[in-house]
Nanobody
Framework: QVRLAESGGGSVQPGGSLRLSCAVS????????MGWFRQAPGKEREGIVA????????YYADSVRGRFTVTQDNAKNTMYLQMEDLKPEDTAVYYCAIDPDPHYADSLPPFLGCLTTWAKEEFAAWGQGTQVTVSS
């Protein structure tokens, strides 16, 4: 079973930057649906980034588009989330998730299938989360 581990969280002032890492125990295929989520105190979990590896397809939620960037280092089995211009409302526990080697219906474009998985939060594995606090 694939395991994920997030790291890189911490405290930062507004306008600052952080880079989160999501280490994946193993990639079972060249194509994986992955996502970043966050949950602030008292709020529901929010999907912020969807990524279909091997296809160079990404989607960013409006709340982070233009400030956050997802990248991968396949040699290290790691996905990163570079966060810039952080705001107090970015304070949350951040999670990564994976649906490894997904199989979608032939009629369904793979990235649309991944976006559906992301929207429904139907991932096979989740990390334990890392806290990000943005405060002056």
């Amino acid at each position: 079973q694939v395991r994920l581990a997030e790291s890189g969280g911490g405290s930062v002032q507004p306008g600052g930057s952080l880079r989160l890492s999501c280490a994946v125990s193993e990639y079972t295929g060249s194509r994986n649906c992955m996502g970043w989520f966050r949950q602030a105190p008292g709020k529901e979990r929010e999907g912020i980034v969807a990524l279909l590896t091997g296809a160079d397809k990404t989607y960013y939620a409006d709340s982070v588009r233009g400030r956050f960037t997802v990248t991968q280092d396949n040699a290290k089995n790691t996905m990163y989330l570079q966060m810039e211009d952080l705001k107090p409302e970015d304070t949350a526990v951040y999670y990564c998730a994976i649906d490894p080697d997904p199989h979608y219906a032939d009629s369904l474009p793979p990235f649309l299938g991944c976006l559906t998985t992301w929207a429904k939060e139907e991932f096979a594995a989740w990390g334990q989360g890392t806290q990000v606090t943005v405060s002056s």
